[in-house]
């Protein structure tokens, strides 16, 4: 699947992802997450025929931006940062030359707009918004949603609601697929429904 090269240069990523995430554990957007993400960013670009590789290093990537907006304070939102930080990476490590200028280019466009549904200038960006989407359903989804806004009801709220939109806006059937075999939507729905009713109290005069 890989050239040797490439391959090498997926484990250094992965590494350095390990260990920065490792030291600064986001909430909720560990390197579980990341590796989750990557995951699906695999199988996703597989079915779609598109570049593979470029997928799953944009997928370990995506979120190294939390660490400097929840650790270091930084005020932008973290996708840019993560943009911001990758391009360091490439200007500052060695080991990104294996990368051309145009392989670079998607990378960073894919990070910067792993939040735009309409940022498709390369399959890279929908293909990793795609993967990134999945990792918000299923138990799993639930539970990070759950941790994320530590209790902070309204917040879930919104969260949950947004699983719908989040649904919608999936855009390769493969990723649909999956959400469909594996029912994903169904812990999601499952617990904001029992939630809803929860709220419920009766009326008086
Ligand atoms: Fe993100
Ligand atoms: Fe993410």
């Given at each position: 699947?890989?050239?040797?090269?490439?391959?090498?240069?997926?484990?250094?990523?992965?590494?350095?992802v390990?260990?920065l995430m490792?030291?600064?554990?986001a909430?909720?957007h560990?390197?579980?997450?990341a590796?989750?993400v990557?995951?699906?960013?695999?199988?996703?670009?597989?079915?779609?025929?598109?570049?593979?590789?470029?997928?799953?290093i944009s997928a370990w990537l995506h979120d190294i931006g939390r660490v400097r907006e929840e650790?270091?304070?930084h005020?932008k939102r973290h996708h840019e940062l993560s943009y911001e930080m990758c391009r360091e990476w490439f200007?500052?490590?060695?080991?990104?030359?294996?990368?051309?200028?145009?392989?670079?280019?998607?990378i960073l466009y894919a990070l910067r707009y792993h939040w735009?549904?309409?940022?498709?200038?390369?399959?890279?960006a929908?293909?990793l918004?795609?993967?990134d989407?999945?990792?918000?359903?299923?138990?799993?989804?639930?539970?990070?949603?759950?941790?994320?806004?530590?209790?902070?009801?309204?917040?879930?709220?919104?969260?949950?609601?947004?699983?719908?939109?989040?649904?919608?806006?999936?855009?390769?059937?493969?990723?649909?697929?999956?959400?469909?075999?594996?029912?994903?939507?169904?812990?999601?729905?499952?617990?904001?429904?029992?939630?809803?009713?929860?709220?419920?109290?009766?009326?008086?005069?």
């Amino acid at each position: 699947m890989y050239t040797k090269e490439q391959k090498k240069l997926v484990s250094y990523v992965r590494v350095r992802v390990k260990e920065l995430m490792n030291q600064y554990p986001a909430k909720a957007h560990g390197f579980d997450h990341a590796k989750r993400v990557a995951k699906w960013a695999v199988l996703i670009a597989t079915a779609e025929h598109a570049n593979i590789f470029l997928s799953e290093i944009s997928a370990w990537l995506h979120d190294i931006g939390r660490v400097r907006e929840e650790f270091f304070g930084h005020k932008k939102r973290h996708h840019e940062l993560s943009y911001e930080m990758c391009r360091e990476w490439f200007r500052e490590d060695k080991r990104f030359d294996a990368l051309s200028k145009e392989e670079k280019l998607q990378i960073l466009y894919a990070l910067r707009y792993h939040w735009n549904d309409m940022a498709n200038d390369y399959a890279v960006a929908w293909i990793l918004r795609d993967a990134d989407k999945l990792d918000g359903f299923g138990k799993l989804g639930l539970k990070r949603s759950l941790d994320f806004f530590e209790g902070d009801e309204g917040k879930i709220e919104v969260d949950l609601r947004l699983r719908y939109h989040t649904l919608y806006n999936l855009r390769s059937r493969q990723a649909k697929k999956i959400v469909q075999e594996k029912n994903m939507l169904e812990p999601v729905e499952k617990y904001f429904k029992k939630w809803l009713k929860e709220k419920i109290e009766p009326v008086a005069l």
